[in-house]
Protein backbone atom coordinates (compact mmCIF):
# COMPACT_ATOMS: atom_id res chain seq x y z
CA UNK A 1 0.00 0.00 0.00
CA UNK A 2 3.14 2.42 0.27
CA UNK A 3 3.68 1.95 -3.27
CA UNK A 4 0.30 2.85 -3.97
CA UNK A 5 0.14 6.07 -1.82
CA UNK A 6 3.64 7.53 -3.00
CA UNK A 7 3.27 6.79 -6.04
CA UNK A 8 -0.28 8.16 -6.52
CA UNK A 9 0.81 11.39 -4.58
CA UNK A 10 4.02 11.62 -7.41
CA UNK A 11 1.99 11.59 -10.38
CA UNK A 12 -0.57 12.97 -9.47
CA UNK A 13 1.42 16.16 -7.73
CA UNK A 14 2.91 16.53 -11.05
CA UNK A 15 -0.03 16.32 -13.27
CA UNK A 16 -1.24 19.59 -11.10
CA UNK A 17 2.18 21.35 -12.00
CA UNK A 18 1.33 20.78 -14.97
CA UNK A 19 4.36 18.50 -16.19
CA UNK A 20 3.22 17.44 -19.48
CA UNK A 21 5.50 18.33 -22.15
CA UNK A 22 7.51 14.43 -22.03
CA UNK A 23 5.60 10.77 -21.05
CA UNK A 24 6.29 10.77 -17.00
CA UNK A 25 9.02 7.13 -17.42
CA UNK A 26 8.62 5.03 -14.13
CA UNK A 27 11.87 3.41 -13.57
CA UNK A 28 12.71 1.10 -10.19
CA UNK A 29 16.47 1.63 -9.54
CA UNK A 30 19.03 -0.84 -8.18
CA UNK A 31 20.95 0.43 -4.55
CA UNK A 32 22.79 -1.13 -1.55
CA UNK A 33 20.95 -2.27 1.00
CA UNK A 34 21.42 -3.90 4.67
CA UNK A 35 21.09 -7.63 4.12
CA UNK A 36 18.89 -7.13 7.65
CA UNK A 37 16.71 -5.04 6.11
CA UNK A 38 16.28 -6.70 3.19
CA UNK A 39 14.91 -10.06 4.74
CA UNK A 40 12.42 -7.89 6.24
CA UNK A 41 10.96 -6.83 2.69
CA UNK A 42 7.75 -8.70 1.23
CA UNK A 43 7.85 -8.78 -2.40
CA UNK A 44 6.09 -5.37 -2.86
CA UNK A 45 8.54 -2.13 -4.11
CA UNK A 46 8.53 0.81 -1.93
CA UNK A 47 8.14 3.82 -2.28
CA UNK A 48 11.46 5.10 -2.06
CA UNK A 49 12.67 3.19 -5.54
CA UNK A 50 10.93 5.38 -7.71
CA UNK A 51 13.37 8.15 -6.97
CA UNK A 52 16.80 7.93 -8.68
CA UNK A 53 19.92 6.97 -6.83
CA UNK A 54 23.34 8.39 -7.98
CA UNK A 55 25.33 5.60 -9.91
CA UNK A 56 22.20 3.62 -10.09
CA UNK A 57 20.48 2.25 -13.23
CA UNK A 58 16.86 1.64 -14.38
CA UNK A 59 15.29 -1.73 -13.65
CA UNK A 60 12.48 -3.44 -15.79
CA UNK A 61 9.81 -4.60 -13.49
CA UNK A 62 7.38 -7.70 -14.24
CA UNK A 63 4.75 -7.52 -16.51
CA UNK A 64 2.51 -8.41 -13.02
CA UNK A 65 3.91 -5.32 -11.29
CA UNK A 66 3.48 -2.85 -14.22
CA UNK A 67 -0.02 -3.64 -14.47
CA UNK A 68 -0.66 -2.73 -10.94
CA UNK A 69 0.64 0.39 -11.57
CA UNK A 70 -1.10 1.40 -14.74
CA UNK A 71 -4.39 0.54 -12.94
CA UNK A 72 -3.52 2.64 -10.70
CA UNK A 73 -2.93 5.26 -12.59
CA UNK A 74 -5.58 5.07 -14.19
CA UNK A 75 -7.85 4.85 -11.23
CA UNK A 76 -6.86 8.15 -9.98
CA UNK A 77 -7.75 9.65 -13.32
CA UNK A 78 -11.20 8.38 -13.56
CA UNK A 79 -14.13 10.36 -12.68
CA UNK A 80 -16.12 7.09 -11.51
CA UNK A 81 -13.71 6.55 -8.86
CA UNK A 82 -15.87 8.70 -6.41
CA UNK A 83 -14.86 6.52 -3.10
CA UNK A 84 -11.24 7.85 -3.81
CA UNK A 85 -12.55 11.40 -2.75
CA UNK A 86 -10.10 13.49 -5.37
CA UNK A 87 -11.15 17.11 -5.12
CA UNK A 88 -9.89 17.98 -8.20
CA UNK A 89 -8.92 15.69 -11.18
CA UNK A 90 -5.68 16.44 -13.23
CA UNK A 91 -4.74 14.88 -16.22
CA UNK A 92 -1.65 13.23 -15.97
CA UNK A 93 1.63 12.69 -18.51
CA UNK A 94 1.63 9.50 -20.43
CA UNK A 95 2.96 6.48 -18.32
CA UNK A 96 5.43 4.09 -20.14
CA UNK A 97 7.20 1.19 -18.18
CA UNK A 98 10.01 -0.80 -18.93
CA UNK A 99 9.09 -4.58 -18.22
CA UNK A 100 11.37 -7.72 -18.03
CA UNK A 101 10.17 -9.83 -20.79
CA UNK A 102 9.85 -13.01 -18.34
CA UNK A 103 6.15 -13.00 -19.25
CA UNK A 104 5.15 -15.91 -22.26
CA UNK A 105 4.60 -12.61 -24.71
CA UNK A 106 8.05 -10.79 -23.81
CA UNK A 107 6.78 -7.55 -23.21
CA UNK A 108 9.14 -5.35 -22.76
CA UNK A 109 6.89 -1.90 -22.30
CA UNK A 110 3.32 -1.38 -21.23
CA UNK A 111 2.16 2.37 -21.39
CA UNK A 112 -1.17 4.23 -21.14
CA UNK A 113 -2.15 7.91 -21.89
CA UNK A 114 -5.33 9.86 -21.42
CA UNK A 115 -8.16 10.48 -23.72
CA UNK A 116 -9.36 13.73 -23.81
CA UNK A 117 -12.47 15.81 -24.68
CA UNK A 118 -11.17 19.52 -23.79
CA UNK A 119 -10.03 19.45 -20.68
CA UNK A 120 -12.40 16.58 -19.60
CA UNK A 121 -11.26 13.27 -19.16
CA UNK A 122 -12.93 10.17 -21.14
CA UNK A 123 -10.34 7.44 -21.12
CA UNK A 124 -7.48 5.40 -21.13
CA UNK A 125 -5.35 4.35 -23.79
CA UNK A 126 -3.21 1.33 -23.07
CA UNK A 127 -0.33 0.32 -24.84
CA UNK A 128 2.22 -3.27 -25.16
CA UNK A 129 4.82 -3.46 -26.95
CA UNK A 130 6.52 -7.32 -27.11
CA UNK A 131 10.04 -8.24 -28.23
CA UNK A 132 11.66 -11.50 -29.42
CA UNK A 133 14.43 -13.08 -31.45
CA UNK A 134 16.70 -11.95 -32.72
CA UNK A 135 16.14 -15.19 -35.92
CA UNK A 136 16.23 -15.66 -39.14
CA UNK A 137 13.52 -18.13 -39.43
CA UNK A 138 10.77 -16.25 -41.66
CA UNK A 139 8.46 -18.62 -40.30
CA UNK A 140 7.93 -16.47 -37.28
CA UNK A 141 6.99 -13.83 -39.21
CA UNK A 142 3.91 -12.10 -39.15
CA UNK A 143 1.09 -13.06 -42.10
CA UNK A 144 -0.15 -9.33 -42.60
CA UNK A 145 -3.71 -10.78 -43.26
CA UNK A 146 -3.90 -12.40 -40.41
CA UNK A 147 -2.69 -9.37 -38.42
CA UNK A 148 -5.35 -7.04 -40.16
CA UNK A 149 -7.98 -9.61 -39.08
CA UNK A 150 -6.85 -9.83 -35.54
CA UNK A 151 -7.06 -5.99 -35.80
CA UNK A 152 -10.32 -5.92 -37.06
CA UNK A 153 -11.54 -8.19 -34.84
CA UNK A 154 -9.84 -6.38 -31.40
CA UNK A 155 -11.11 -3.07 -32.47
CA UNK A 156 -14.53 -3.90 -33.85
CA UNK A 157 -13.65 -2.16 -36.90
CA UNK A 158 -14.63 -3.72 -40.41
CA UNK A 159 -12.09 -1.29 -42.57
CA UNK A 160 -8.28 -1.18 -41.53
CA UNK A 161 -5.33 1.13 -43.14
CA UNK A 162 -2.16 -0.20 -43.81
CA UNK A 163 1.15 1.56 -43.69
CA UNK A 164 4.81 0.70 -44.57
CA UNK A 165 7.89 1.80 -43.72
CA UNK A 166 11.30 0.41 -44.32
CA UNK A 167 15.29 1.65 -43.41
CA UNK A 168 17.95 0.48 -46.04
CA UNK A 169 21.80 1.55 -45.28
CA UNK A 170 23.04 2.64 -48.42
CA UNK A 171 26.53 2.98 -47.27
CA UNK A 172 27.41 -0.74 -47.12
CA UNK A 173 25.88 -1.34 -50.36
CA UNK A 174 28.12 1.22 -52.34
CA UNK A 175 31.71 0.41 -52.94
CA UNK A 176 34.89 2.61 -54.18
CA UNK A 177 36.76 0.15 -56.44
CA UNK A 178 35.39 -2.67 -55.62
CA UNK A 179 35.52 -2.41 -51.84
CA UNK A 180 32.90 -1.89 -49.75
CA UNK A 181 33.10 1.14 -47.98
CA UNK A 182 32.79 0.48 -43.92
CA UNK A 183 33.19 3.57 -41.09
CA UNK A 184 31.27 5.11 -38.61
CA UNK A 185 29.39 7.09 -41.26
CA UNK A 186 26.00 5.88 -42.24
CA UNK A 187 23.76 6.92 -45.11
CA UNK A 188 20.48 5.20 -45.17
CA UNK A 189 17.01 5.92 -46.67
CA UNK A 190 13.25 6.27 -44.59
CA UNK A 191 10.77 4.97 -47.21
CA UNK A 192 7.06 5.34 -46.31
CA UNK A 193 4.08 4.21 -48.21
CA UNK A 194 0.66 3.37 -47.93
CA UNK A 195 -1.43 0.73 -48.66
CA UNK A 196 1.25 -2.52 -47.73
CA UNK A 197 0.36 -6.10 -49.86
CA UNK A 198 2.44 -8.58 -47.85
CA UNK A 199 5.34 -8.81 -45.03
CA UNK A 200 8.75 -7.76 -46.06
CA UNK A 201 7.47 -6.17 -49.21
CA UNK A 202 9.93 -3.86 -51.39
CA UNK A 203 8.60 0.22 -51.38
CA UNK A 204 6.97 0.83 -54.34
CA UNK A 205 8.59 3.67 -56.13
CA UNK A 206 5.89 6.05 -55.70
CA UNK A 207 7.07 5.84 -51.81
CA UNK A 208 8.40 9.05 -50.16
CA UNK A 209 11.23 8.69 -49.43
CA UNK A 210 14.09 10.42 -47.22
CA UNK A 211 17.94 10.10 -47.42
CA UNK A 212 20.05 10.21 -43.69
CA UNK A 213 23.36 11.25 -43.93
CA UNK A 214 25.27 11.03 -40.74
CA UNK A 215 29.23 11.18 -42.12
CA UNK A 216 32.69 11.66 -40.20
CA UNK A 217 35.20 12.91 -41.80
CA UNK A 218 39.10 11.18 -42.40
CA UNK A 219 38.04 8.30 -44.01
CA UNK A 220 41.66 7.35 -45.63
CA UNK A 221 39.45 5.52 -48.95
CA UNK A 222 37.66 8.94 -49.25
CA UNK A 223 38.41 10.61 -52.89
CA UNK A 224 39.49 13.88 -50.86
CA UNK A 225 41.40 12.45 -47.69
CA UNK A 226 44.66 14.35 -48.62
CA UNK A 227 42.84 17.33 -48.40
CA UNK A 228 41.80 15.91 -44.62
CA UNK A 229 44.90 15.72 -44.23
CA UNK A 230 45.41 19.07 -45.11
CA UNK A 231 43.11 20.32 -42.96
CA UNK A 232 44.38 18.19 -39.44
CA UNK A 233 47.97 20.03 -40.11
CA UNK A 234 46.23 23.96 -40.23
CA UNK A 235 43.92 22.14 -36.82
CA UNK A 236 47.32 21.43 -35.00
CA UNK A 237 49.03 25.06 -35.50
CA UNK A 238 45.62 25.76 -34.16
CA UNK A 239 45.62 24.53 -31.21
CA UNK A 240 49.61 25.66 -30.82
CA UNK A 241 48.59 28.95 -31.46
CA UNK A 242 45.74 28.64 -28.48
CA UNK A 243 47.98 26.88 -25.92
CA UNK A 244 51.07 27.33 -26.99
CA UNK A 245 52.32 23.62 -27.88
CA UNK A 246 52.11 22.40 -31.19
CA UNK A 247 51.73 19.15 -31.95
CA UNK A 248 53.29 18.41 -35.03
CA UNK A 249 51.50 15.33 -37.27
CA UNK A 250 53.66 12.88 -39.55
CA UNK A 251 54.54 15.01 -42.57
CA UNK A 252 52.78 15.30 -45.55
CA UNK A 253 55.97 15.04 -47.82
CA UNK A 254 58.68 12.80 -47.97
CA UNK A 255 61.41 15.99 -48.40
CA UNK A 256 61.92 18.07 -45.29
CA UNK A 257 59.80 21.28 -45.76
CA UNK A 258 63.27 23.54 -45.62
CA UNK A 259 64.36 21.73 -48.50
CA UNK A 260 61.60 22.07 -50.80
CA UNK A 261 61.31 26.04 -49.85
CA UNK A 262 64.29 26.33 -50.64
CA UNK A 263 64.11 24.88 -54.26
CA UNK A 264 60.89 26.95 -54.93
CA UNK A 265 62.58 29.90 -54.14
CA UNK A 266 65.69 29.13 -55.96
CA UNK A 267 63.09 28.40 -58.65
CA UNK A 268 61.52 31.86 -58.57
CA UNK A 269 65.07 33.72 -58.46
CA UNK A 270 66.11 31.74 -61.63
CA UNK A 271 62.69 32.79 -63.26
CA UNK A 272 63.48 36.22 -62.18
CA UNK A 273 66.91 36.57 -63.41
CA UNK A 274 65.47 35.28 -66.90
CA UNK A 275 66.83 32.00 -66.85
CA UNK A 276 64.15 29.02 -68.37
CA UNK A 277 64.59 25.15 -66.75
CA UNK A 278 64.35 23.16 -69.83
CA UNK A 279 61.87 20.52 -69.47
CA UNK A 280 60.88 21.84 -65.90
CA UNK A 281 58.72 24.65 -66.86
CA UNK A 282 55.32 23.07 -66.47
CA UNK A 283 56.60 21.47 -63.58
CA UNK A 284 57.52 24.78 -62.09
CA UNK A 285 54.09 26.24 -62.65
CA UNK A 286 52.14 23.44 -61.28
CA UNK A 287 52.32 23.05 -57.91
CA UNK A 288 51.37 19.66 -56.47
CA UNK A 289 49.00 20.28 -54.17
CA UNK A 290 46.64 17.53 -51.88
CA UNK A 291 43.97 17.69 -54.05
CA UNK A 292 45.86 16.39 -56.96
CA UNK A 293 45.52 13.24 -55.42
CA UNK A 294 41.98 12.96 -56.16
CA UNK A 295 40.46 9.97 -57.28
CA UNK A 296 40.10 9.81 -60.57
CA UNK A 297 36.25 9.10 -60.14
CA UNK A 298 36.11 12.83 -58.10
CA UNK A 299 38.88 14.73 -60.45
CA UNK A 300 35.28 16.23 -62.68
CA UNK A 301 34.07 17.88 -59.91
CA UNK A 302 37.39 18.39 -57.30
CA UNK A 303 40.60 19.29 -58.60
CA UNK A 304 43.58 21.53 -57.88
CA UNK A 305 42.87 25.05 -58.87
CA UNK A 306 45.26 26.45 -61.10
CA UNK A 307 45.60 30.01 -59.54
CA UNK A 308 47.70 29.27 -56.69
CA UNK A 309 49.47 32.52 -55.48
CA UNK A 310 52.79 32.65 -54.05
CA UNK A 311 51.30 32.46 -50.61
CA UNK A 312 49.39 29.69 -51.27
CA UNK A 313 52.31 27.64 -52.91
CA UNK A 314 54.14 28.04 -49.87
CA UNK A 315 51.70 26.54 -47.78
CA UNK A 316 52.15 23.85 -50.43
CA UNK A 317 55.77 23.35 -48.99
CA UNK A 318 55.46 23.90 -46.13
CA UNK A 319 52.75 21.95 -44.90
CA UNK A 320 55.34 19.08 -44.10
CA UNK A 321 57.22 20.86 -41.71
CA UNK A 322 58.02 19.08 -38.34
CA UNK A 323 59.42 21.08 -35.60
CA UNK A 324 59.26 24.38 -35.19
CA UNK A 325 62.81 25.19 -35.87
CA UNK A 326 62.63 24.02 -39.14
CA UNK A 327 59.17 26.04 -39.06
CA UNK A 328 61.56 29.63 -38.30
CA UNK A 329 64.12 28.12 -40.94
CA UNK A 330 61.86 27.97 -43.69
CA UNK A 331 60.08 31.64 -42.64
CA UNK A 332 63.84 32.62 -42.56
CA UNK A 333 64.65 31.84 -45.88
CA UNK A 334 61.59 33.63 -47.41
CA UNK A 335 62.23 37.03 -45.38
CA UNK A 336 65.92 37.40 -46.77
CA UNK A 337 64.85 36.65 -50.37
CA UNK A 338 62.03 39.80 -49.78
CA UNK A 339 64.44 41.31 -48.23
CA UNK A 340 66.76 41.13 -50.99
CA UNK A 341 64.59 41.61 -53.61
CA UNK A 342 65.35 38.03 -54.77
CA UNK A 343 61.93 37.41 -55.70
CA UNK A 344 58.92 39.58 -57.00
CA UNK A 345 55.85 37.12 -55.63
CA UNK A 346 52.66 37.29 -56.60
CA UNK A 347 49.53 37.01 -54.37
CA UNK A 348 45.86 37.51 -54.49
CA UNK A 349 43.88 40.27 -53.58
CA UNK A 350 42.37 40.71 -50.12
CA UNK A 351 44.76 38.42 -48.00
CA UNK A 352 45.18 40.00 -44.34
CA UNK A 353 48.20 38.08 -43.35
CA UNK A 354 51.08 38.85 -41.91
CA UNK A 355 52.99 37.42 -44.62
CA UNK A 356 51.13 39.12 -47.20
CA UNK A 357 51.45 42.60 -45.66
CA UNK A 358 55.52 41.73 -46.33
CA UNK A 359 55.42 40.87 -49.92
CA UNK A 360 53.10 44.16 -50.45
CA UNK A 361 55.98 46.13 -48.55
CA UNK A 362 58.68 43.93 -50.49
CA UNK A 363 56.93 45.72 -53.82
CA UNK A 364 58.39 49.35 -52.46
CA UNK A 365 61.81 48.13 -51.41
CA UNK A 366 61.06 46.95 -47.80
CA UNK A 367 60.03 45.84 -45.24
CA UNK A 368 59.31 45.69 -41.40
CA UNK A 369 61.54 43.36 -38.66
CA UNK A 370 59.55 40.42 -37.77
CA UNK A 371 60.73 38.68 -34.86
CA UNK A 372 60.63 35.34 -35.65
CA UNK A 373 59.96 33.90 -31.61
CA UNK A 374 56.68 32.71 -29.35
CA UNK A 375 53.82 32.11 -31.93
CA UNK A 376 54.44 34.76 -34.22
CA UNK A 377 55.75 32.08 -37.01
CA UNK A 378 52.66 29.64 -36.04
CA UNK A 379 50.01 32.65 -36.48
CA UNK A 380 51.81 33.29 -40.08
CA UNK A 381 51.29 29.86 -41.24
CA UNK A 382 47.96 29.07 -40.24
CA UNK A 383 46.87 32.42 -41.86
CA UNK A 384 48.34 31.60 -44.98
CA UNK A 385 46.82 28.10 -44.74
CA UNK A 386 43.67 29.71 -43.69
CA UNK A 387 43.66 31.27 -47.05
CA UNK A 388 44.46 28.88 -49.14
CA UNK A 389 42.35 26.32 -48.05
CA UNK A 390 38.92 28.82 -47.85
CA UNK A 391 39.88 29.46 -50.95
CA UNK A 392 39.87 25.62 -52.28
CA UNK A 393 36.20 25.04 -50.61
CA UNK A 394 34.82 28.35 -51.98
CA UNK A 395 36.39 27.14 -55.45
CA UNK A 396 34.72 23.92 -55.04
CA UNK A 397 31.20 25.09 -53.90
CA UNK A 398 30.83 28.20 -56.82
CA UNK A 399 32.52 26.02 -59.46
CA UNK A 400 29.79 23.09 -58.75
CA UNK A 401 26.92 25.83 -58.48
CA UNK A 402 25.98 24.65 -55.48
CA UNK A 403 26.45 28.29 -53.44
CA UNK A 404 26.69 32.03 -54.02
CA UNK A 405 29.43 33.49 -53.02
CA UNK A 406 27.20 35.74 -50.80
CA UNK A 407 25.85 32.64 -49.42
CA UNK A 408 29.58 31.56 -48.32
CA UNK A 409 30.49 34.50 -46.87
CA UNK A 410 29.18 33.13 -43.30
CA UNK A 411 32.25 30.30 -43.81
CA UNK A 412 35.05 32.33 -45.03
CA UNK A 413 34.82 35.79 -42.81
CA UNK A 414 37.96 37.02 -41.87
CA UNK A 415 35.82 39.84 -38.68
CA UNK A 416 35.71 36.45 -36.46
CA UNK A 417 38.84 35.38 -34.29
CA UNK A 418 41.14 32.41 -36.05
CA UNK A 419 39.92 29.66 -34.04
CA UNK A 420 36.79 30.78 -35.10
CA UNK A 421 37.70 30.77 -38.81
CA UNK A 422 39.07 27.52 -38.47
CA UNK A 423 36.14 26.04 -37.12
CA UNK A 424 34.23 27.50 -39.97
CA UNK A 425 36.75 25.76 -42.28
CA UNK A 426 35.79 22.53 -40.63
CA UNK A 427 32.33 22.87 -41.23
CA UNK A 428 32.98 23.89 -45.18
CA UNK A 429 35.58 20.20 -45.18
CA UNK A 430 33.03 18.17 -43.39
CA UNK A 431 30.04 19.72 -46.06
CA UNK A 432 32.92 19.23 -49.13
CA UNK A 433 32.98 15.16 -47.41
CA UNK A 434 29.20 14.78 -48.02
CA UNK A 435 28.84 16.53 -51.43
CA UNK A 436 31.93 14.39 -52.61
CA UNK A 437 30.32 10.82 -50.73
CA UNK A 438 27.36 11.63 -52.33
CA UNK A 439 28.42 12.08 -55.86
CA UNK A 440 30.98 9.24 -55.77
CA UNK A 441 28.80 6.26 -53.77
CA UNK A 442 25.44 7.23 -54.53
CA UNK A 443 25.84 9.24 -58.25
CA UNK A 444 24.41 12.03 -57.32
CA UNK A 445 23.88 15.05 -59.72
CA UNK A 446 23.84 18.97 -59.36
CA UNK A 447 20.04 18.62 -58.58
CA UNK A 448 20.30 16.41 -55.83
CA UNK A 449 23.39 17.99 -54.79
CA UNK A 450 21.94 21.50 -54.89
CA UNK A 451 19.61 21.02 -52.30
CA UNK A 452 21.41 19.23 -49.99
CA UNK A 453 23.79 21.61 -49.83
CA UNK A 454 21.36 24.57 -48.80
CA UNK A 455 20.02 22.27 -45.94
CA UNK A 456 23.69 21.51 -44.32
CA UNK A 457 24.99 25.29 -45.11
CA UNK A 458 21.55 26.21 -42.84
CA UNK A 459 22.34 24.07 -40.71
CA UNK A 460 25.85 24.90 -40.01
CA UNK A 461 25.02 28.62 -39.88
CA UNK A 462 23.23 28.30 -36.89
CA UNK A 463 25.57 24.95 -35.33
CA UNK A 464 28.77 23.63 -34.31
CA UNK A 465 30.25 21.57 -36.31
CA UNK A 466 28.80 18.11 -35.81
CA UNK A 467 30.06 15.28 -37.35
CA UNK A 468 27.49 12.84 -35.95
CA UNK A 469 24.44 15.08 -37.09
CA UNK A 470 21.85 13.41 -39.21
CA UNK A 471 21.44 15.24 -42.57
CA UNK A 472 18.10 14.71 -43.89
CA UNK A 473 17.14 14.99 -47.98
CA UNK A 474 14.01 14.37 -49.32
CA UNK A 475 14.58 12.56 -52.71
CA UNK A 476 12.58 10.07 -55.09
CA UNK A 477 13.07 6.60 -54.37
CA UNK A 478 13.92 5.73 -57.82
CA UNK A 479 17.13 7.87 -57.52
CA UNK A 480 18.67 4.76 -54.50
CA UNK A 481 16.49 1.85 -55.67
CA UNK A 482 19.47 0.09 -57.36
CA UNK A 483 21.45 0.06 -53.88
CA UNK A 484 18.83 -1.33 -51.91
CA UNK A 485 16.33 -3.52 -53.90
CA UNK A 486 18.59 -6.50 -53.84
CA UNK A 487 19.32 -5.78 -50.12
CA UNK A 488 17.98 -6.54 -46.74
CA UNK A 489 15.76 -3.46 -44.80
CA UNK A 490 17.25 -2.75 -41.51
CA UNK A 491 13.97 -1.78 -40.23
CA UNK A 492 10.71 -2.94 -41.64
CA UNK A 493 7.19 -2.38 -40.22
CA UNK A 494 3.66 -2.03 -40.84
CA UNK A 495 1.10 0.02 -39.27
CA UNK A 496 -2.39 -1.04 -39.44
CA UNK A 497 -4.55 1.64 -38.40
CA UNK A 498 -8.76 1.47 -38.15
CA UNK A 499 -11.01 4.84 -36.81
CA UNK A 500 -9.63 8.48 -36.19
CA UNK A 501 -9.05 11.13 -33.92
CA UNK A 502 -9.19 10.05 -30.34
CA UNK A 503 -10.95 6.83 -31.37
CA UNK A 504 -8.01 5.66 -33.78
CA UNK A 505 -6.66 2.34 -32.92
CA UNK A 506 -3.28 1.06 -34.52
CA UNK A 507 -1.65 -2.22 -34.58
CA UNK A 508 2.38 -1.94 -35.49
CA UNK A 509 4.15 -5.02 -36.11
CA UNK A 510 8.24 -4.47 -36.97
CA UNK A 511 11.24 -6.39 -37.76
CA UNK A 512 15.20 -5.04 -37.17
CA UNK A 513 18.33 -5.87 -37.13
CA UNK A 514 19.08 -3.79 -33.82
CA UNK A 515 17.43 -4.58 -30.49
CA UNK A 516 14.55 -1.77 -30.06
CA UNK A 517 14.80 -1.70 -26.72
CA UNK A 518 18.14 -2.09 -24.58
CA UNK A 519 17.11 -3.32 -21.42
CA UNK A 520 15.56 -6.63 -22.68
CA UNK A 521 19.41 -7.31 -24.26
CA UNK A 522 20.56 -6.10 -21.35
CA UNK A 523 18.59 -7.74 -18.77
CA UNK A 524 17.16 -11.06 -20.51
CA UNK A 525 19.90 -12.27 -22.89
CA UNK A 526 18.17 -15.68 -23.05
CA UNK A 527 15.86 -14.11 -25.09
CA UNK A 528 17.59 -13.54 -27.63
CA UNK A 529 20.02 -16.78 -28.48
CA UNK A 530 18.18 -18.12 -31.32
CA UNK A 531 20.20 -19.27 -34.17
CA UNK A 532 19.86 -18.69 -37.99
CA UNK A 533 18.04 -21.22 -40.33
CA UNK A 534 20.09 -24.49 -41.23
CA UNK A 535 23.37 -23.01 -40.01
CA UNK A 536 23.30 -20.28 -42.91
CA UNK A 537 24.77 -16.87 -42.00
CA UNK A 538 23.80 -15.33 -45.07
CA UNK A 539 20.05 -14.64 -43.20
CA UNK A 540 19.76 -11.83 -41.87
CA UNK A 541 19.25 -12.25 -38.20
CA UNK A 542 15.66 -9.91 -36.94
CA UNK A 543 14.55 -8.69 -33.87
CA UNK A 544 10.35 -8.85 -33.76
CA UNK A 545 8.48 -5.92 -32.35
CA UNK A 546 4.53 -6.11 -31.86
CA UNK A 547 3.18 -2.97 -30.64
CA UNK A 548 -0.52 -2.71 -29.59
CA UNK A 549 -3.06 -0.56 -27.92
CA UNK A 550 -6.90 -0.85 -26.57
CA UNK A 551 -9.04 1.57 -25.01
CA UNK A 552 -11.13 2.23 -21.72
CA UNK A 553 -13.76 4.98 -21.82
CA UNK A 554 -15.16 6.60 -18.58
CA UNK A 555 -18.20 7.89 -20.10
Known sequence: M??????SLRIYEEGRESILERPYLFERHNEESDPMEESKMDDAVYGSELLPKESSGPVALSVSRAKQLISLYTMVQNPNMTHLKISELVVLPPLWIRCDGSDPEHTCWLGAEPLKAGNKITGINFYMVTCDGPTADKTHFANLEELKMAHKKKHHSSIVMTKGFAQYELIRAAAIEDTIVESESNISVDITWNTVDKVLETPPLISAATLNIALESGDPRSPVYQLYRELQFLLALAEGLKTGVTEWPEPLESESAVELV????????RKLDGYCISGNNNETEKIKCDTAAVDSSIKSIFSER?????AEQLWCKMRSVSSYQELIECFTLIIKSLEHGEIQPWIHQGSSSLLSKLIQQSYH?????????????????????????KKDYVSFFIGQELATLTYLDYFISTSVDLQEQVHRVQKLHHMLEIM???TVLLQFKHENLFPLTQICMKYYKENPLNEKHVFQLPIRPALVKKFYQNDHPEIWKVDISSAHGQKEAKTTWQVSTNPPVEHMTSNNTGLFSDSTVNGSSEERMYFITMAQCSQVHFT
Do not use: A
Open 2 to 7: YLNVSF
Open 262 to 269: REFLTDLK
Open 306 to 310: GDLDF
Open 365 to 389: GKIEVISLSGITPIQMLLEIGLDKM
Open 436 to 438: VSC
